[in-house]
């Protein structure tokens, strides 16, 4: 795992932001981070939903349609919803009484347009595939700070099914030396967590488990 910050630094200020398959808003959470890796221990500092404005949310319902959309229009909105989750950061930090200087990383899911987790044959190839629309650069220019995205992307490379953030947080929250735990998260697509007492990373069960 990559550490972007010195070693001395204990506690680090991230802001989390994404839109889930539902388009009902931009979800921004500031979150302070004591630790890290496996050890880290997160704290809810502000969270808002800003709505989506009516005309680009029907731009992105409209281009989830794959025989409506067209590659231009892709293209537009990518860096079209990169601008609307930096507009959502901005109005976070000014709302919840931080300056920018303060914070050090930006984590940005994206907007889903198509996953593929399982593999379909493209020309003799079995392919799996994700897309997210809201690009990086857009964030991180406009707002100055160190931007990491492609979540989905990352995980579905190394072979997993591309969910990897809510069983990591789930891991992280909710484990415990003599309980079993199982976590349901009902977004416009749910995704259920299970872990064993005293579980290992390794042996934590974790799936989409159909709509919201």
């Not at 972007?4 to 808003?25: A, N």
């Amino acid at each position: 795992m990559l550490n972007f910050f010195p070693p001395e630094k204990k506690e680090r200020l991230g802001i989390g932001v994404l839109s889930g398959t539902s388009v009902d808003g931009i979800d921004v959470g500031l979150v302070k981070l004591h630790g890290a890796g496996f050890e880290a221990r997160p704290v809810l500092l502000a969270f808002q939903t800003y709505p989506i404005e009516p005309k680009v949310r029907d731009l992105i319902l409209t281009n989830l349609n794959p025989e409506k959309t067209t590659l231009p229009a892709l293209s537009q909105l990518n860096f079209l919803i990169g601008k609307i989750f930096a507009d959502a950061v901005k109005k976070l930090i000014r709302e919840s009484g931080f300056f920018p200087t303060e914070i050090d990383f930006v984590a940005s899911h994206g907007q889903t347009f198509w996953h593929q987790p399982e593999p379909l044959d493209m020309a003799g190839y079995p392919v799996c595939s994700t897309f997210q629309l809201g690009e990086g650069s857009i964030l991180a220019n406009e707002l100055g700070l160190l931007t990491v995205s492609d979540f989905r992307t990352a995980e579905l490379s190394l072979g997993a099914e591309g969910a990897p953030l809510a069983p990591f947080l789930d891991y992280l929250l909710f484990r415990h030396p003599s309980k079993k735990r199982a976590l349901l998260n009902i977004g416009g697509m749910s995704n259920l967590t299970a872990m064993r007492e005293n579980c290992e990373k390794s042996g934590v069960i974790f799936f989409d488990a159909g709509p919201g």
